[in-house]
């Protein structure tokens, strides 16, 4: 950790620890084990650590230093955008984010060098088409058609993001709110709403722990989805 400048995704460990001299069959477990009991590191974000001796550095680093609500609303929002592409793209998906999204940071990369495109495939009318366009993160599949869509919900209103899987309904695609854990239940009390009717069984709730976790396994004989 210390090598990569103070901080490290759990995924980045796994990828550059040399596992070979560990006398267990989940060193990844191990790992994961270590960095959550360890006084010396302190977690950023799910799946984000980094050592107590570069904490002035690090959050100087992601400008979580300034007090400001409203940095890190952005760098936790950038955070788990970033994870999805990551996760869409090992997943052989074309990663698409807003082009007003591609200069924020995913770590100490922006986000537009790391997906696929800024630019939405035409899918559909143009309706539909400037209504996707906001979607925080959608994976295509091989036919350039949507198959997955997710709207990242750190504080704003979940019930924006649900108006607009209602309006794209009609694809073959996945629908994910991804959130706090501590958001759940007002995701299901707005879902259970008369007027998300159409929907309301294809919209499913992840929480930002598991992201991580699925980030985390992109190393491992693991290509299952949600």
């Given at each position: 950790m210390?090598n990569e400048?103070?901080?490290?995704t759990?995924?980045?460990l796994?990828?550059?620890i040399?596992?070979s001299?560990w ?18 590191i302190?977690?950023?974000q ?12 690090v959050?100087?680093?992601?400008e ?33 984010i807003?082009?007003?999204d ?11 060098d790391?997906t ?5 495939p ?7 088409m ?10 295509f ?10 709207e ?17 309904q ?12 501590s ?9 259970h ?9 294809r ?15 992109l ?8």
């Amino acid at each position: 950790m210390r090598n990569e400048g103070g901080f490290a995704t759990l995924h980045r460990l796994n990828e550059i620890i040399d596992f070979s001299t560990w006398k267990t069959k989940t060193p990844e477990a191990s790992v994961r084990r270590i960095v959550q009991e360890s006084k010396q590191i302190f977690r950023i974000q799910p799946g984000l650590w980094a050592l107590e001796e570069f904490r002035e550095k690090v959050l100087r680093l992601f400008e979580l230093n300034t007090g400001n609500k409203h940095s890190e609303e952005i760098f936790s929002h950038s955070y788990y955008q970033g994870l999805l592409v990551e996760i869409g793209k090992y997943h052989h998906q074309t990663t698409y984010i807003p082009a007003q999204d591609q200069n924020r940071k995913f770590i100490t990369q922006r986000l537009g060098d790391i997906t696929d495109t800024i630019e939405l495939p035409h899918f559909t009318n143009d309706k539909l088409m400037k209504r996707a366009r906001t979607i925080d993160v959608i994976w295509f599949n091989e036919r350039q058609m949507p198959s997955n869509f997710y709207e990242v919900e750190h504080t704003t209103d979940i019930k924006n993001s649900l108006s607009k899987f209602y309006e794209l309904q009609d694809f073959h695609a996945g629908f994910y709110i991804v959130a706090n854990i501590s958001r759940k239940n007002e995701f299901e009390d707005k879902l259970h709403v008369s007027m998300f009717g159409a929907i309301e069984k294809r919209v499913k709730f992840i929480d930002y722990q598991r992201v991580a976790d699925m980030y985390e396994g992109l190393t491992k004989v693991n290509k299952s989805f949600w």
